[in-house]
Nanobody, 126 residues
Framework: VQLVESGGGLVQAGGSLRLSCVASGFNFDEYAIGWFRQAPGKQREGVSCISSFTHSDGRTWYDGSVTGRFTISRDGSKNMVFLQMNNLEVEDTAIYYC?????????????????WGQGTQVTVSA
């Protein structure tokens, strides 16, 4: 399992960024994929998750702090997961990671996030 994030950067509050996660080394369509973030001095927290389209209809989950501002999606033809982040806030500043299980678990409710990418830095200025 290999995950590589990109798309982070510096943006002003109210701006937008689109994060990408490229997956390889596993059957992408069989896995739920999640996004997490870790701000300086804070614990890592879940941001969003998208289930497999094949087995779980691509159901999505969002943390309450990002609901209505962030949108997760996946493209099976490219083995990619995206996180569209709109109306960014200073509090969204963190390193963002995508993650999945080490075995095929299609449902966000059951996945154990054991494989991680290297992360991409998102910085939101006031």
């Amino acid at each position: 399992v290999q995950l590589v994030e990109s798309g982070g950067g510096l943006v002003q509050a109210g701006g937008s960024l689109r994060l990408s996660c490229v997956a390889s080394g596993f059957n992408f369509d069989e896995y739920a994929i999640g996004w997490f973030r870790q701000a300086p001095g804070k614990q890592r927290e879940g941001v969003s998750c998208i289930s497999s389209f094949t087995h779980s209809d691509g159901r999505t989950w969002y943390d309450g702090s990002v609901t209505g501002r962030f949108t997760i999606s996946r493209d099976g033809s490219k083995n990619m997961v995206f996180l569209q982040m709109n109306n960014l806030e200073v509090e969204d500043t963190a390193i963002y990671y995508c993650s999945t299980d080490n075995s095929p678990v299609p449902d966000c409710d059951r996945v154990e996030f054991a494989s991680w990418g290297q992360g991409t830095q998102v910085t939101v200025s006031a």
